[in-house]
């Protein structure tokens, strides 16, 4: 079964966990990204954690080895169970990320592509490949790969084998899940359920379609 991960770009803490609330007998976990983090602060971790769900930190952390193991663990110490990094930095910048979960009994995934039209300025000619190949020797739990190109995703699992892929871009984006899920261990889903008017039932409705 592919896992359902919830993208809670929502920017009104209230709301964030009204929705995820709502929507929690759906979900396999909960992703938090900047638009809610800047706005709740770290903290919305020990309100989510309630639900029981794993939340990983959506920080795209790309930065020096220092600064990328002081977030890693600032996102570890205030109850997240993952955090994503970007690869694009080398080897030292995710082994930091990298050293950091796995010292928390966390997850790290790295982004070997996005989902995006614009990714494919610099996310091409061989680099997600690369990415990929890096995360693995690293040790990464997992990469990220788009929903919205699937061929992009069966190439990538060629390299990552049996770790784990989460693919956004499912719904607004155009990714299918229909098509998707059996590639990955993982659906990214955000607008298409918080922006529903009724969220809980556009989680359920992803349900028979990750089997």
């Not at 995710?94 to 990714?119: I, K, N, Q, R, W």
Request: glycine content about 10%.
């Amino acid at each position: 079964m592919t896992d359902l991960v919830l993208a809670l770009d929502v920017t009104d803490p209230e709301r964030a966990v009204a929705v995820a609330t709502a929507c929690a007998p759906h979900l396999d976990a909960i992703k938090v990204g900047y638009p809610l983090a800047l706005r709740s602060g770290l903290s919305i971790a020990r309100e989510l954690g309630r639900l029981g769900l794993p939340l990983a930190a959506d920080f795209k952390v790309a930065d020096i080895p220092d600064t990328n193991r002081l977030i890693a663990e600032a996102v570890f110490s205030a109850g997240f169970h993952a955090v994503i990094c970007h690869g694009f930095c080398g080897e030292d910048s995710v082994l930091a990320c990298v050293e950091t979960a796995h010292d928390h009994g966390g997850m790290c995934l790295v982004v070997a592509e996005m989902s995006h039209p614009g990714a494919l300025t610099f996310f091409s000619a061989g680099v997600p490949e690369r990415i990929a190949r890096m995360a693995v020797s690293l040790g990464a739990d997992g990469i990220i790969a788009p929903a919205t190109r699937p061929e992009r995703v069966r190439a990538l699992r060629t390299i990552v084998g049996g770790r784990a892929i989460w693919s956004p871009g499912v719904g607004v984006q155009g990714g299918d899940p229909k098509v998707i899920a059996s590639l990955v261990d993982g659906i990214i889903v955000g607008r298409q359920i918080y922006q529903a008017a009724d969220p809980a039932a556009a989680a359920a409705a992803l349900g028979p379609l990750r089997r």
